[in-house]
């Protein structure tokens, strides 16, 4: 099993940034993608940013794109989050998810581990 622990959000005025923090513990070994989601109020669960295991290949949501930045850091076992130019609409729970596939995963479905989400809230 896996265990994942995300940290970092809180409330930032619109024009600001967060850094979003997700440590792995447990098997560790098996986890290959890592991705990050959001969902807001009455909105779908969406993907944010992907990550490959080496980290040389990522993907991001085009509503973020020049904004946030996925990066990971394998001997902390951990998955980062850098959120710039904040919105907000960019206020949601972010959930940090990890798979044992390898590739920039954007779908819900091939994340088999989940955090418990942290909440980021952006004020105008």
């Known amino acids: 099993q896996v265990q994942l622990v995300e940290s970092g959000g809180g409330l930032v005025q619109a024009g600001g940034s967060l850094r979003l923090s997700c440590v792995a513990s447990?098997?560790?070994?098996?986890?290959?993608?890592m991705g990050w989601f959001r969902q807001a109020p009455g909105k779908e669960h969406e993907s944010v940013a992907a990550?490959?295991?080496?980290?040389?290949?990522?993907h991001y949501a085009d509503s973020v794109k020049g904004r946030f930045a996925i990066s990971r850091d394998h001997a902390k076992n951990t998955v980062y989050l850098q959120m710039k130019s904040l919105k907000p609409e960019d206020t949601a729970v972010y959930y940090c998810?990890?798979?044992?596939?390898?590739?920039?995963?954007?779908?819900?479905?091939?994340?088999?581990?989940w955090g418990q989400g942290t909440q980021v809230t952006v004020s105008s």
């Open positions: 998810a990890a798979s044992g596939r390898e590739g920039t995963l954007r779908y819900a479905f091939e994340y088999a581990y």
């Open positions: 990550i490959n295991y080496s980290g040389d290949s990522t």
């Open positions: 447990g098997r560790t070994s098996s986890i290959y993608a």
